[in-house]
């Protein structure tokens, strides 16, 4: 926009400080607010004549050629400029979004920063170069930038008599997560079903499936939700057995790519596995009857008199700090350890919003602050959020399940170095980890959602197996 002069927008006549008025004092200049809004005309002097403005008065704001692209996470500069490059530290320069309900990203005015109005979302990463305003640079330089940072980009600066604009657009490329791919479980035909999951990427990025061979495999179907990080992507697909059984999910962003590799071992054991009751098998009968054991419950857990429930307290009870208790995650451990054989428990988890199970090493570490990891001696899995189910592997694996489980059973295989999840309603394997190595006593453990203000937490019970 080509710059102007207060009277050439608002549509009066704008008079020189130096003509007559019909009292003593000098007339006033037109009225404006801090954004540049005219809000009054004093009262007219004798003057009518139109006004002369120096060239010295004059100035244009300039900005970049094209659209600006950065990578989330890095600090992007918005060029803007007075020409010629006179000095703007006596005038206004205001940073804003053209679209929204909020739009003011910076204000400079009065020599100072007015930020009482600013966007939320800018506080404390917007900033103007203040020793580069006397050579007329009234940049914006955004720190961190964000994936809801896109959009355009105006920067007004005005003088006395003068001002002008000039619009920028900016995008944003975010760089999302690792895909993750998980085990949906397989059909009637022995085909098995993959997800593959990735979040925070920005614009929409493309998720391709593919075999050992390269070759593309069809996708069942792709689920896109855009959130104020990015676009959280899920894509689907069947695959059977194979000569090698590697598949690999690959996400590209332009000249960006990630992805993550699932190798199927032993398919036909898996699905056969898959298929079958192991919690069922009467010739084998493994289920066991856990008691929580009080010595290990962190200070802030309820135990019920016969052990089979915890609960989050409200207090820190004062309990001595034994080597077998936790003391800073809110755990606890069955009384029985198994170091052979098989073994199964079931707990009920309705209606919670976040919970911990599964089982640990007799020589895992309790105290400070813990890696739920099998490197650490742990195999658990967890709920997060209220929706968010998690296996604690190594990387953690985010699950997509169809349904939330109210009942979660865990079975262990000792010599088989095997640790599965199963929701006992839906009779449905949930994750499995193979091929581990037990050295030690294993022992059920429990870590029950926190109380808060708003809802108090309903116990973890250990449930009769089904």
Same mark, same amino acid.
């Given at each position: 926009m080509a710059g102007r002069s207060h009277a050439e927008v608002h549509g009066y006549v704008e008079f020189e400080?130096?003509?007559?008025?019909?009292?003593?004092?000098?007339?006033?200049?037109?009225?404006?607010?801090?954004?540049?809004?005219?809000?009054?005309?004093?009262?007219?002097?004798?003057?009518?004549?139109?006004? *002369?403005?120096?060239?010295?008065?004059? @100035?244009?704001?300039?900005?970049?050629?094209?659209?600006?692209?950065?990578?989330?996470?890095?600090?992007?500069?918005?060029?803007?400029?007075?020409?010629?490059?006179?000095?703007?530290?006596?005038?206004?320069?205001?940073?804003?979004?053209?679209?929204?309900?909020?739009?003011?990203?910076?204000?400079?005015?009065?020599?100072?920063? /007015?930020?009482?109005?600013?966007?939320?979302?800018? /506080?404390?990463?917007?900033?103007? @170069?203040?020793?580069?305003?006397?050579?007329?640079?009234?940049?914006?330089?955004?720190? /961190?930038?964000?994936?809801?940072?896109?959009?355009?980009?105006?920067?007004?600066? *005005?003088?006395?008599?003068?001002?002008?604009?000039?619009? %920028?657009?900016?995008?944003?490329?975010?760089?999302? %997560?690792?895909?993750?791919?998980?085990?949906?479980?397989?059909?009637?035909?022995?085909?098995?079903?993959?997800?593959?999951?990735?979040?925070?990427?920005?614009?929409?990025?493309?998720?391709?499936?593919?075999?050992?061979?390269?070759?593309?495999?069809?996708?069942?179907?792709?689920?896109?939700?855009r959130k104020t990080e990015g676009f959280n992507v899920k894509q689907r697909v069947i695959v059977q057995d194979s000569n090698t059984n590697r598949f690999f999910c690959r996400v590209i962003l332009r000249d960006h790519m990630k992805e993550t590799e699932i190798f199927i071992q032993n398919y036909e054991e898996q699905m056969k596995r898959e298929g079958e009751s192991l919690i069922y098998e009467e010739q084998v009968k493994p289920e066991v009857d856990v008691i929580l054991d009080p010595d290990t419950a962190h200070p802030e857990l309820i135990l019920s008199e016969d052990g089979k429930e915890v609960k989050h307290g409200n207090v820190r009870q004062n309990l001595p700090d034994n080597p077998e208790r936790f003391n800073s995650w809110a755990n606890v451990l069955g009384k029985e350890g198994f170091s052979s054989g098989r073994f199964y428990y079931e707990v009920e988890v309705r209606g919670k919003a976040m919970w911990d199970l599964g089982v640990t090493g007799e020589s895992s570490n309790r105290k400070g602050n813990i890696c739920l990891s099998p490197e650490d001696g742990y195999w658990s899995m967890c709920l997060r959020n209220g929706d968010e189910y998690w296996a604690n592997d190594s990387p953690s694996v985010l699950l997509s399940l169809r349904q939330k489980p109210q009942r979660v059973g865990v079975f262990v295989d000792y010599e088989e170095g095997l640790v599965s999840f199963y929701d006992v309603e839906a009779s449905s394997h949930i994750y499995s980890f193979t091929g581990q190595s037990f050295t030690e006593k294993l022992y059920p453990f429990l870590g029950p959602e926190r109380n808060n203000r708003r809802k108090k937490a309903t116990p973890l019970v250990i449930s009769p197996v089904s």
């Open positions: 400080p130096s003509c007559a008025s019909t009292g003593s004092d000098p007339p006033a200049w037109p009225c404006f607010d801090e954004l540049g809004d005219y809000i009054g005309l004093p009262l007219p002097s004798l003057c009518l004549e139109e006004p *002369r403005l120096s060239y010295k008065d004059q @100035f244009q704001v300039v900005g970049p050629a094209g659209r600006l692209v950065a990578v989330a996470g890095e600090d992007l500069v918005l060029p803007c400029s007075l020409k010629p490059s006179i000095s703007a530290v006596d005038m206004t320069v205001q940073w804003s979004r053209l679209h929204g309900s909020d739009t003011l990203v910076h204000l400079y005015t009065d020599y100072e920063d /007015r930020n009482e109005n600013q966007i939320e979302s800018y /506080r404390g990463r917007a900033a103007l @170069f203040k020793e580069e305003l006397q050579k007329g640079n009234t940049s914006l330089k955004l720190s /961190r930038v964000r994936a809801s940072d896109e959009g355009e980009y105006k920067c007004f600066v *005005r003088s006395l008599s003068w001002f002008d604009d000039v619009t %920028t657009e900016v995008r944003i490329e975010a760089l999302g %997560t690792h895909p993750v791919i998980s085990m949906e479980g397989y059909d009637h035909s022995g085909r098995l079903s993959l997800l593959c999951e990735t979040k925070g990427w920005n614009p929409e990025p493309e998720v391709l499936w593919l075999d050992s061979e390269g070759e593309i495999l069809p996708a069942e179907n792709t689920e896109t939700v």
